[in-house]
């Protein structure tokens, strides 16, 4: 099947495939990497299995890949590589894979998604921290907890992680970014964490309606 790549909560420019089937009874894996916090996976299947109502399994701790790994503007670990990765160790049992990490992942912001020409200023953006990344549709998504520790607490850092895995998994749902509502999930994250705290941590009706989740 071929995959369109919609870039987490940051990146508004994609290809729509069309409406995905609606809501079916779907096996959702977490794949924790190395430094995540348990408490963190926890937080991520119990939201994913609330909202979606699907069965959510979560596999054994492994380590990033060091493929994936890059230094352009500081550590960090590309999200494209990481989404192969994760199609490639996808079990059988399971329909999507979220990755989870505390490590910072980035992807390439593109001006224009089909000729690959970066946004300006390319230096920018050729190596751009996000919080997440998912394919639109399709079977693997990755978050990240690195960009939204920043200067609050717990409670506040586990709602943003929340929103964000759902998100993904949206993608993956066949969800392009919203704009019929401030408040769903589904919104592009247009960069700035503050977006994410705007929104609830429901869907829009229109979003809800399209993948046939009931809004809750
Ligand atoms: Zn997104
Ligand atoms: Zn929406």
């Given at each position: 099947?071929?995959f369109t790549i ?7 420019m ?9 809501s079916?009874?779907r096996?959702?894996g977490?794949q924790?990497?190395e430094?995540i916090?348990e ?9 994913l299995?609330r909202?979606?109502?699907?069965t959510?399994?979560?596999l ?7 493929g ?6 500081s550590?960090r670990?590309?999200?494209d590589k990481?989404l192969?990765f994760?199609e490639e160790?996808?079990?059988d049992?399971?329909?999507h894979?979220?990755?989870?990490t505390?490590?910072d ?7 224009d998604?089909e ?9 920018k953006?050729?190596?751009w ?5 998912g394919q639109?549709p399709?079977?693997a998504?990755?978050?990240s ?7 609050v607490?717990e409670?506040?850092?586990r709602?943003r992680?929340r929103?964000?895995?759902c998100?993904?998994i949206?993608?993956?749902l066949?969800?392009?970014?919203c704009?019929?509502s401030?408040k ?6 247009a960069?700035?964490?503050a977006?994410?705290d ?10 809800a309606?399209t ?6």
């Amino acid at each position: 099947m071929p995959f369109t790549i919609a870039l987490g909560a940051l990146f508004s420019m994609f290809l729509w495939g069309g409406k995905s089937e609606p809501s079916k009874s779907r096996v959702i894996g977490i794949q924790p990497f190395e430094g995540i916090p348990e408490a963190h996976v926890d937080e991520t299947k119990a939201a994913l299995e609330r909202y979606y109502h699907y069965t959510v399994r979560v596999l054994p701790e492994r380590k990033l890949p060091e493929g994936a790994f890059t230094n352009v503007k500081s550590p960090r670990y590309r999200a494209d590589k990481l989404l192969r990765f994760l199609e490639e160790i996808l079990p059988d049992d399971c329909d999507h894979l979220l990755g989870l990490t505390a490590s910072d992942i980035s992807t390439t912001k593109y001006e224009d998604f089909e000729t690959k020409r970066i946004k300006e200023p390319a230096w920018k953006y050729e190596d751009w921290g996000i919080f997440g990344l998912g394919q639109m549709p399709g079977r693997a998504c990755v978050v990240s907890t690195f960009r939204l520790k920043g200067g609050v607490d717990e409670a506040k850092l586990r709602e943003r992680l929340r929103k964000v895995a759902c998100h993904e998994i949206g993608h993956n749902l066949g969800l392009p970014h919203c704009a019929k509502s401030e408040k769903c999930f589904m919104r592009d994250g247009a960069e700035k964490i503050a977006t994410v705290d705007a929104e609830s941590e429901v869907l829009c009706e229109h979003c809800a309606a399209t993948i046939g989740v009931a809004v809750r």
